[in-house]
């Protein structure tokens, strides 16, 4: 999985993600008008569906959230 080893996606395994590209393929049409089968009109639509089914479901990254810490736990030190 690549969120726990990040160093999959790098060329030098490094583990930093410098820049990034997502492509979607489409067909495109291959008429000027401004009917449905149209250039103008397929690129919208490629555009619209790849922000609907790509970029719109992103979050921002949360890491989890810390462990309790068990009171019975006599390894813990106290300061």
């Known amino acids: 999985m690549v969120q726990s080893d990040p160093k999959k996606l790098t060329a030098r395994g490094s583990g930093t993600l410098d ?3 997502l492509q979607c393929s489409s067909t495109m049409g291959t008429k000027r008008s401004g009917m449905g089968s149209g ?3 397929s690129v919208t639509c490629a555009v619209d569906s790849f922000y ?9 990254w949360v890491p989890a959230a810390p462990h309790p810490v068990d009171p019975d736990d006599t390894s813990v030190n106290e300061h």
């Open 19 to 21: 820049t990034f590209t």
């Open 52 to 60: 609907a089914d790509v970029l719109q479901p992103l979050r921002e």
């Open 39 to 41: 250039f103008v009109h």
